[in-house]
């Protein structure tokens, strides 16, 4: 059964125009993740939070890329203003108690920017 | 930056064989391998992992094989059966940081009926 539920499925957006990507986890986990996949590409590290703060960053989290935990449940990827170059699958991961535990994907939320 | 490498995109095998899909890595400082197979449409879903404490891990008709002198990894399907045509990718992690995974570009495995 899916431990992550991402919403929305599909996003499209102009160009420039900010957009929220939101991962709400079924149960208490403690590491976050976000990955994106730019089509016919490989799955790419975005950043890691744990205990409510950024653990660790790629070069592709630049300024314009921000995550939180609003209300303590659901977890967000805030793109600013978005560039072409954005349109991919974004994909939220959670582990639970232990980082050495797999880690658990969503179905991923499809961001096209026009 | 390739530190996980996947040579094969692609492989068919009729139903009932062996696959057999190999991953290479560089980073001598992974400790923690992973496969996860991928239908269209879903997310990356978790078969198996590997510790590099090990040389073998197996789950069900599911074996994942580490070779650390070569950093070569192998994941072993058998019998394989045509719900296990799907993409999969191989990720590896290092022990200090955050766990964060490396993919592998990945090979589309077709099992034929």
């Known amino acids: 059964e899916p431990e992550v539920t991402q919403t929305p499925s599909h996003q499209v957006t102009q160009m420039g125009q900010e957009v929220i990507l939101r991962c709400v986890p079924i149960s208490n986990h403690l590491y976050f993740y976000w990955y994106r996949q730019i089509l016919g590409q490989k799955v790419e590290f975005l950043v890691s939070?744990?205990?409510?703060?950024?653990?660790?960053k790629s070069e592709i989290f630049d300024d314009q890329f921000s995550v939180e935990r609003p209300d303590g449940s659901n977890f967000t990827l805030k793109i600013r203003s978005t560039k072409l170059e954005d349109s991919a699958m974004y994909f939220c991961?959670?582990?639970?108690?232990?980082?050495?535990?797999?880690?658990?994907f969503g179905d991923g939320t499809r961001l096209s920017i026009l | 930056d390739q530190q996980v490498k996947q040579n094969s995109p692609s492989l068919s095998v009729q139903e009932g064989r062996i696959s057999i899909l190999n991953c290479d890595y560089t980073n001598s400082m992974f400790d923690y391998f992973l496969w996860y197979k991928k239908y269209p449409a879903e997310g990356p879903t978790f078969l198996i992992s590997?510790?590099?404490?090990?040389d073998k891990n197996e789950d069900g008709r599911f074996t994942v094989f580490l070779n650390k002198s070569a950093k070569h990894l192998s994941l072993h399907i058998v019998p394989s059966q045509p719900g296990d045509s799907a993409v999969y990718f191989c990720a590896a992690s290092e022990a200090s940081g955050t766990y964060k995974y490396i993919f592998g570009t990945g090979t589309r495995l077709k099992v034929l009926a």
């Open positions: 991961a959670i582990t639970q108690e232990d980082k050495n535990q797999p880690q658990h």
């Open positions: 590997i510790s590099s404490i090990k």
């Open positions: 939070f744990y205990n409510n703060e950024i653990s660790e």
